[in-house]
């Protein structure tokens, strides 16, 4: 499976907006970009998904290269509790079975 | 909170023996999938559950199988357990056919093989 790749680790400083990046250069054309994030001891935590279009919801806002080769995931403003290992992932459907396939995703350290 | 949940939480095995890990999917979802993290590493597929049967697979042996139920909750189980299987074991579930197929994790079970 080809996998995404993101940049093993970011900073960013507290109420700032963060760009977290994303290459899926070999990503076909009905396969979705989802977000999760994980905090440390718990499971994955859905973010945000888009095909084609950039999307927005309370938590991030997604934008997708035209070509759908990269995406960015943006943090409005960035709090503490947004430190996570955010992932960066394809979803494969095929015939009705969803399978998230995930890289090894961006530590995001938020500086107070 | 997902209102998945997954049981034990923690669990510690020896080398050769078998496992048994649950997952209670979310109020409504009819699809369950199960996930491995290694140390380090991002959740790595090992198949899926739909009407109680087996409806996609990752790269991992027949020594991993699985089980759904009729109320939709799923077991994990794992043969001769080997070191290399001490990870995070994590299930997802949604709901097929539900227009959004975003999947939600329970917060996972550790086990260490030693």
């Known amino acids: 499976d080809a996998k995404t790749t993101q940049p093993n680790s970011m900073e960013s400083n507290e109420e700032e907006p963060v760009h977290l990046p994303c290459n899926h250069s070999?990503?076909?054309?009905?396969?979705?970009i989802h977000w999760y994030r994980q905090l440390p001891s718990q499971g994955p935590e859905y973010v945000i998904h888009?095909?084609?279009s950039n999307v927005n919801n309370r938590m991030a806002s997604l934008a997708i290269a035209e070509d759908r080769k990269s995406s960015t995931l943006i943090l409005h403003r960035a709090t503490l509790r947004d430190a996570a290992v955010y992932y960066c992932?394809?979803?494969?459907?095929?015939?009705?079975?969803?399978?998230?396939?995930f890289g090894t995703g961006t530590r995001l350290t938020i500086i107070p | 909170e997902t209102g998945v949940t997954q049981s034990p939480t923690h669990l510690i095995k020896t080398r050769g023996q078998q496992v048994t890990l649950r997952c209670s999917s979310q109020?409504?979802?009819?699809?369950v999938s199960w996930y491995q993290q290694a140390l380090g590493q991002g959740p790595q597929f090992i198949f899926q559950?739909?009407?109680?049967?087996?409806?996609g697979r990752g790269n991992f042996p027949p020594r991993f199988s699985g089980l759904q139920f009729p109320n939709y909750s799923s077991e994990l189980n794992v043969n001769a357990l080997e070191l290399d299987d001490s990870a995070l074991y994590l299930c997802?579930?949604?709901?097929?056919?539900?227009?959004?197929?975003?999947?939600?994790f329970g917060p996972g079970t550790r086990l260490l093989v030693l």
């Open positions: 559950y739909y009407r109680e049967e087996e409806n």
């Open positions: 888009g095909l084609t």
């Open positions: 109020s409504g979802h009819n699809t």
């Open positions: 992932i394809r979803r494969v459907s095929n015939f009705g079975n969803e399978k998230l396939t």
């Open positions: 070999t990503i076909s054309g009905t396969d979705y």
């Open positions: 997802a579930s949604y709901l097929r056919g539900g227009g959004q197929e975003t999947q939600y």
